[in-house]
C-alpha cells in the first residue's frame, strides 16, 4: 500500500451482521499449503481503545484465543476466516478435535453414525454394490475422511463381514489428524498390533487389524499420503463442512473479505469481524472463480458469499483418483446446490452459541455448497462425472434401510426397538408432513392413516453426492 493512503479499519456494518445477530452468529482440518491464502494488511490500523469508565469483563481467555491474539500481532493485523477455522478445529496443540472426545450426547454434536447402526450398515451396502459395479475386484480400498469415533467403520465392516469375497480383499485406510480420535478409532474397531510413533510427531496409531474381519486398517494425515493405485471407495461423512471457508462482502469498494481481529478492551469477546478496505488476493482470486459458474440472475443477486477452496480442491483430487484406478466417492453433508452468502456457525454442548465465543471449545462448521463441490470437479479435468444431489432420506431408503429395520425389529427387546425406531426416524426424518411406514411396534402399514408423521430429522436436510469416472454405472440410489 501506499504511504499516503490514511490507514482506516472498516467495521462490518450492522445491517450485515444483524442476520448473524439473529442466529447468535451461530454455528472442521488443516489448509494445506497450496490453499493458504495471505493478504496485505497494511491498510488496516488498529484504534486505540478509549476506557470510559468501568469495563464489562472479559469472556475467559483460552489457550486458543492466546493463540490466536499471537498470530494477529505476529502479522500485523486481522487474519482471515479461514485461517481462523483451521487453527480452531486442528491447531496440533490447542485444536478442538486435538485432544477430546467432541461426538455424543457427553460432547458437542451428533452425527448419523452415532444415532444407529443403521447408518453404518447402508453406507456398507452402498459401498458393496460399488465393488459389485466395479466387477468384483480381489483388490479394493475403502478410504473414509474424518471418520470421527471409527463408529461408521465399524458398522461397515460389522454389516459386510457374511460377504468373505468383498471383506477379504478389503483394505481400510482413515483420514485422521487427532491422536485423541486415532485411539478412539482404533478401540471402535477392535484393532490389533501394537501403535508406532515418532519422538517428533507422536502420531499414535498408523497400522492395525481390525478383529474379527481382519481387515489391515491404515491412519494417514491427509488423503496425499493415502495410496492410488487400486480401486477405491471413498466416504466423506460430515468431512467438508469442517474445510475452512473464506467468506465474502458485496460493496461500493468491490469484493472485500470478512476478517478476524482482536476486540477492543470494552467488548466481552477477545476477537471481532472486521472488513477489509478493499479486496484481497483471496476475494479476487475465489469471488470471480465461484461467481463466474453460476447463472447470471444468481450471480447478480449475490450480496455475500461464502468459499471452501479446499473443499473444492478435494473434490477435484476425489475426481482424479476414481477416474486414474477406478471407484467412487460418497459424500453426506448438510447443504445445498447453490452457495450461501454466510453459513459458518458454531456448537457447544449441542446448542448454537456465538462465532467468536471460546474458540477451540465449540465445532465451527459451514453448510456445503455441493454446486462448488461439482465445480471443483470438473475444474480437475478429471474423466469424472457427479451424481446427486440427493436427500439422506433418499440414499438410505433406496439402499433398504427400511427392510434393515424390520429385521432388527423382529429380535429386538422393547427398550432396544425404541432405539431402532427413534434413530431410523431420526435419519430419514425432515418435515413434519413426511410419514414414515413404521408404526409403533414396529410393523410396515399399507394404509397412510396408519403411518405416523417422521419426527424433524436429518432425511432432508442432509444431501448425498456421489463421484464416478466418467464410464461407471450410475451408483445406485443416484
Known amino acids: 500500500m501506499l504511504s499516503r493512503l490514511v490507514p482506516q479499519r472498516y467495521n462490518i456494518a450492522a445491517g450485515f451482521l444483524k442476520p448473524f445477530a439473529a442466529r447468535g452468529l451461530f454455528s472442521r482440518t488443516d489448509c494445506l499449503a497450496e490453499h493458504d491464502i495471505s493478504i496485505d494488511t497494511s491498510a488496516l490500523s488498529r484504534t486505540e481503545a478509549h476506557n470510559h469508565g468501568k469495563l464489562p469483563g472479559k469472556e475467559p481467555e483460552t489457550e486458543m ?36 472426545d467432541v461426538f455424543g450426547t457427553d460432547g458437542d454434536f451428533t452425527t ?27 483388490k479394493m480400498r475403502l478410504v473414509e475422511l474424518g471418520p470421527g469415533r471409527g463408529t461408521l467403520m465399524a458398522d461397515l465392516l460389522r454389516g459386510t463381514a457374511p460377504f468373505k469375497p468383498f471383506i477379504s480383499g478389503l483394505d481400510v485406510h482413515l483420514v485422521e489428524v487427532s491422536k485423541f480420535l486415532r485411539l478412539q478409532q482404533w478401540d471402535k474397531l477392535h484393532c490389533r498390533g501394537l501403535p508406532t510413533a515418532t519422538s517428533s510427531t ?43 471457508v473464506h467468506q465474502f462482502q458485496k460493496t461500493e469498494r468491490g469484493w472485500c473479505e470478512r476478517l478476524i481481529d482482536i476486540a477492543s478492551d470494552d467488548s466481552p469477546l477477545h476477537f471481532r469481524l472486521v472488513l477489509s478496505p478493499r479486496p484481497t488476493p483471496a476475494s479476487k482470486l475465489l469471488v470471480d472463480r465461484r461467481l463466474g459458474a453460476l447463472p447470471f440472475d444468481q450471480k447478480a443477486a449475490m450480496k455475500g458469499l461464502e468459499v471452501s477452496p479446499q473443499a473444492m480442491s478435494t473434490a477435484g483430487d476425489l475426481a482424479k483418483r476414481v477416474a486414474t484406478h477406478g471407484g467412487a466417492a460418497l459424500l453426506i453433508d448438510y447443504g445445498r446446490n447453490r452457495p450461501y452468502p454466510t453459513s459458518l456457525q458454531a456448537i457447544r454442548e449441542h446448542q448454537f ?12 462448521s ?54 431402532l425406531q427413534t434413530g431410523y426416524l431420526r435419519l430419514v426424518g425432515g418435515h413434519a408432513s413426511a410419514t414414515a411406514s413404521v408404526q409403533g411396534d414396529g410393523r410396515q402399514k399399507g ?26 454405472p450410475v451408483p445406485v440410489a443416484f
Open 112 to 138: 448419523s453414525p452415532e444415532i444407529s447402526q443403521l447408518f453404518g450398515e447402508m453406507i456398507g451396502v452402498w459401498c458393496l454394490t460399488v465393488w459389485q459395479q466395479l466387477g468384483s475386484p480381489s
Open 353 to 364: 452459541c456465538g462465532l467468536l465465543e471460546q474458540p477451540g471449545k465449540a465445532d465451527l
Open 202 to 244: 507422536a502420531e499414535g496409531h498408523q497400522t492395525g487389524t481390525a478383529m474379527p474381519s481382519g481387515v489391515q486398517v491404515h491412519w494417514h494425515r491427509s488423503l496425499d499420503e493415502v495410496p492410488d493405485d487400486l480401486p477405491t471407495v471413498y466416504i466423506a461423512h460430515e468431512f467438508l463442512d469442517a474445510l475452512p
Open 447 to 472: 394404509q397412510q392413516q396408519d403411518a405416523q408423521p417422521v419426527q424433524e430429522g436429518m432425511g432432508l436436510t442432509y444431501q448425498a453426492m456421489a463421484i464416478t469416472s466418467e464410464d461407471a
Open 366 to 419: 459451514a453448510h456445503v455448497d455441493f454446486a462448488a463441490i461439482r465445480q471443483g470437479v470438473g475444474e480437475s479435468q478429471a474423466a469424472a462425472t457427479c451424481h446427486g444431489l440427493i436427500s439422506q432420506r433418499q440414499l438410505l431408503q433406496s439402499l433398504g434401510i427400511e427392510a434393515r429395520l424390520q429385521a432388527l425389529l423382529k429380535t429386538a427387546d422393547t427398550e432396544e426397538a425404541d432405539m
Open 65 to 100: 484465543a492466546k493463540h490466536i491474539k499471537s498470530l494477529i500481532r505476529f502479522r500485523g493485523g486481522p487474519i482471515t476466516l479461514a485461517e481462523y477455522m483451521s487453527e480452531v478445529l486442528t491447531n496440533p496443540q490447542a485444536g478442538y478435535y486435538i485432544n477430546r
